[in-house]
C-alpha cells in the first residue's frame, strides 16, 4: 500500500521540505524584536524589504539611511544600520544603477588576461579607478576582432558605464561606433572622434634606443626578432630598429630579421632559424621580452653565452625581466602609467570633460645582457 504522504516524487519533497524551512526561518526573524539576536542565521536572499521588516521602518527610510540623501532622525538610522549589519546586506549594484543611470563600472577588453605586459596595464587600471569609486569587468580578446566585438556587447549588456579597449585587432569604425554609444578609451592607437579617446607610446622611439644602445657599445650585426605583424607596437619597433641602422650606415640585412609572434616559443625558434641560415651576429634585439626570454633558450642549447657570445636586448621590462640570468637590457614600457591614463580619461569623458591628450615615452633599462665589444 501506498502512503499518501510519500505519494509526491523525491525530489518535489524536497523542494516543499525547502520552501517549509525557509518560510519558518522568515517567520521566526521577523518575530523577533530589533537588538535581539538570531537563534539561527537565516541564508536566504537578503533584500531591501527585509532590512525594512528587522528594523521597523520604510523601505524608503532604509534606502535613505543607506545612501545618505536625506537625513533621518538617529533612531531610525541606528535601527537602520543595526538590521542591515545583522543581516549582512549589501546594496544592489544593478539596482542602484537603475535609478541613478550609473553602475560605476568600467569594461576593460583586453588581449590576455594572464599576460604579464598586460597584467602591469590592468593593474594600473584597477587602482586608479578604484580612487575614483569605480569598479572593473575584465574580459579577454584574445587578439581575434571577432572575439573583441563579442566582449564589447557583453560588456554593453552588463550596463557598465564606459569602455576600454587595450589594444586589440577591432577596426577604427567599430570603435568610433562604439564611442558613439558610450565613452570609450583606446590604447596602442592614435583615433579621433567624439566620445573617443586614445592613448599611445612612442613605440618608434624604443626601438630606435634599443638599437642605438648596441650600435653604441660596437654592435654592427644585430639580429632583430620582429613581433605580430598586424600588431602596430610590433611595427613601430621595426621601424626603430631599420632608423637606427641607417642613421649610421649600416646596411639592413633581411637574413637579420626573424618573425616572431609576441610568444616565448617564437623567441627560441628565432635563434634556431638564425643558425640555419649561417648569418653572424654579435646582439639580439627582440620586440618583446617573452620572446627573448625564448631566444636566451635558444642560445645556451647552441653553446652561446650571454652576453660573452651573444648581447640580448628585450622590450617590456617585465617584471621577471631583472630576475633573468643574466638580468635583461630592456626597454621599459609604461604599462601602469597608460592603465592610469586609460582609468582616468574615461571617467573624464563620462564627466563631460576632455582629457588632455598624451604620448607615452618608453626608456632604456641597461642590465647585463649586453656588453661593449673592443673597437
Avoid at 599611445?200 to 648596441?214: K, P
Avoid at 640585412?253 to 638564425?274: I, N
Avoid at 597608460?338 to 633599462?365: F, K
Wanted: aromatic letters at 6%.
Amino acid at each position: 500500500m501506498t502512503n499518501a504522504r510519500y505519494s509526491q516524487p523525491p525530489n518535489q519533497l524536497m523542494l516543499a521540505y525547502t520552501v517549509n524551512k525557509l518560510d519558518a526561518a522568515m517567520t521566526t526573524r521577523k518575530a523577533k524584536r530589533v537588538g535581539e539576536p538570531a537563534s539561527e542565521p537565516f541564508y536566504g536572499s537578503v533584500t531591501i524589504e527585509t532590512v525594512a521588516q528587522m528594523a521597523g521602518v520604510s523601505i524608503s527610510t532604509v534606502s535613505r539611511v543607506l545612501s545618505g540623501t536625506v537625513t533621518v532622525s538617529a533612531q531610525k538610522m541606528r535601527a537602520v544600520e543595526a538590521a542591515a549589519a545583522k543581516l549582512g546586506y549589501v546594496p544592489s549594484a544593478v539596482a542602484q544603477g537603475l535609478a541613478s543611470g550609473r553602475t560605476k563600472t568600467i569594461g576593460v577588453v583586453t588581449q590576455s588576461i594572464d599576460s604579464p605586459y598586460y597584467g602591469a596595464m590592468l593593474r594600473g587600471i584597477e587602482d586608479e579607478l578604484d580612487l575614483m569609486g569605480y569598479v572593473p569587468m575584465f574580459l579577454s580578446g584574445r587578439w581575434d576582432a571577432k572575439e573583441e566585438a563579442k566582449c564589447i556587447d557583453i560588456l554593453r549588456s552588463r550596463r557598465v558605464d564606459g569602455l576600454i579597449i587595450l589594444s586589440g585587432r577591432i577596426d577604427n569604425s567599430a570603435l568610433t561606433s562604439c564611442a558613439a554609444a558610450m565613452p570609450t578609451v583606446v590604447t596602442g592607437r592614435t583615433l579621433s572622434a567624439p566620445g573617443l579617446f586614445s592613448i599611445d607610446v612612442d613605440n618608434f622611439s624604443g626601438g630606435l634606443e634599443a638599437t642605438q644602445f648596441l650600435i653604441e657599445s660596437g654592435h654592427r650585426r644585430i639580429a632583430f626578432i620582429a613581433g605580430d605583424p598586424e600588431h602596430t607596437d610590433a611595427n613601430e619597433r621595426q621601424r626603430g630598429y631599420r632608423a637606427a641602422l641607417d642613421a649610421v650606415g649600416i646596411v639592413y640585412e633581411p637574413k637579420l630579421v626573424v618573425q616572431g609572434d609576441f610568444h616565448e616559443s617564437s623567441g627560441l625558434r628565432a635563434v634556431d632559424e638564425l643558425m640555419v641560415r649561417r648569418t653572424r651576429f654579435t646582439a639580439i634585439f627582440a620586440a618583446n621580452d617573452q620572446m627573448i626570454c625564448g631566444a636566451a633558450l635558444g642560445l645556451h642549447r647552441h653553446g652561446l653565452r650571454v652576453p660573452d657570445d651573444i648581447s640580448l636586448v628585450g622590450y617590456d621590462d617585465l617584471p621577471g625581466s631583472q630576475y633573468m640570468l643574466p638580468p635583461l637590457t630592456t626597454v621599459r614600457q609604461p604599462g601602469v602609467a597608460v592603465g592610469r591614463h586609460a582609468a582616468a580619461a574615461v571617467v573624464q569623458l563620462l564627466a563631460g570633460e576632455t582629457p588632455s591628450a598624451v604620448v607615452l615615452s618608453p626608456m632604456l633599462i641597461a642590465r647585463e645582457s649586453t656588453r661593449r665589444l673592443a673597437r
